[in-house]
């Protein structure tokens, strides 16, 4: 292994990588959910996947002001708090560039972004995200929800551009989106900050902390099922 990577992996290792050993089920249920083995093996259900976009292009409307507020969290931290607001802020700048691909990607599958009404899984999702937004949660709680949200679909979406993978040529883009290496590499810096944070926490900010890791696992998982209209 060549030293970057070896780094990496060091690095990474940390409370974050201890709570997916703890918690595999409900994480592998949430990055190799049916939706996404379906993109894989190019068996989805394209209504589902124009459920999903429609859907997304909401929650990721409702992220931007959640990661804003993780932002505001970061600069109120006087640890280390600039290089974190560079990764933060690099986070916003490609949601700008995200919100422009939905308003582009949508109506080559028939989707019109003003018609979309917001189904359950997704309200709750959102209203989850909103009560992270509040001041009295704590920025090591906020960092490892943020971590966990980009890291499923970052895992989910790579999954399906993996050596054989069957996934159909119209929505290679948009797992690029989530499964290229430069959001992969995000993630880690994300998860670099989340374990740096969890490091030094009381055990009443560990355990905060990994049942929104908890939270955040069961509301992919139930927006992936919303997608596919089992929800
Ligand atoms: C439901 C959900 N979870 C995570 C992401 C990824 N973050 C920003 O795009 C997303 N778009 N949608």
């Given at each position: 292994?060549?030293?970057?990577?070896?780094?990496?992996?060091?690095?990474?290792?940390?409370?974050?990588?201890?709570?997916?050993?703890?918690?595999?089920?409900?994480?592998?249920?949430?990055?190799?959910?049916?939706?996404?083995?379906?993109?894989?093996?190019?068996?989805?259900?394209?209504?589902?996947?124009?459920?999903?976009?429609?859907?997304?292009?909401?929650?990721?409307?409702?992220?931007?002001?959640?990661?804003?507020?993780?932002?505001?969290?970061?600069?109120?931290?006087?640890?280390?708090?600039?290089?974190?607001?560079?990764?933060?802020?690099?986070?916003?700048?490609?949601?700008?560039?995200?919100?422009?691909?939905?308003?582009?990607?949508?109506?080559?599958?028939?989707?019109?972004?003003?018609?979309?009404?917001?189904?359950?899984?997704?309200?709750?999702?959102?209203?989850?995200?909103?009560?992270?937004?509040?001041?009295?949660?704590?920025?090591?709680?906020?960092i490892t929800a943020l971590w966990a949200i980009e890291a499923v679909y970052q895992a989910s979406f790579a999954l399906c551009l993996e050596d054989g993978?069957?996934?159909?040529?119209?929505?290679?883009?948009?797992?690029?989106?989530?499964?290229?290496?430069?959001?992969?590499?995000?993630?880690?810096?994300?998860?670099?900050?989340?374990?740096?944070?969890?490091?030094?926490?009381?055990?009443?900010?560990?355990?905060?902390?990994?049942?929104?890791?908890?939270?955040?696992?069961?509301?992919?998982?139930?927006?992936?099922?919303?997608?596919?209209?089992?929800?």
């Open positions: 292994m060549e030293v970057g990577k070896i780094r990496e992996e060091v690095e990474k290792s940390g409370m974050i990588d201890t709570w997916l050993r703890k918690h595999s089920l409900i994480y592998t249920g949430a990055t190799r959910h049916p939706f996404i083995l379906g993109i894989r093996d190019g068996t989805v259900d394209l209504s589902a996947f124009k459920t999903w976009l429609g859907q997304d292009y909401l929650f990721v409307r409702a992220f931007i002001p959640f990661v804003a507020s993780v932002l505001i969290k970061a600069w109120k931290e006087s640890y280390n708090s600039s290089t974190d607001m560079e990764v933060i802020l690099s986070g916003m700048a490609s949601l700008n560039e995200e919100i422009s691909w939905f308003r582009s990607e949508t109506p080559k599958w028939g989707v019109q972004l003003s018609d979309i009404v917001p189904q359950k899984a997704n309200q709750d999702y959102c209203r989850f995200l909103e009560n992270l937004m509040s001041p009295d949660v704590e920025y090591t709680v906020a993978a069957k996934t159909p040529a119209e929505l290679r883009q948009t797992c690029e989106r989530w499964g290229n290496d430069g959001f992969r590499q995000y993630c880690n810096s994300l998860q670099q900050i989340a374990n740096r944070h969890l490091q030094k926490a009381s055990n009443d900010l560990l355990t905060k902390a990994e049942a929104a890791l908890l939270r955040v696992l069961e509301h992919e998982v139930g927006f992936w099922n919303m997608s596919r209209g089992e929800a």
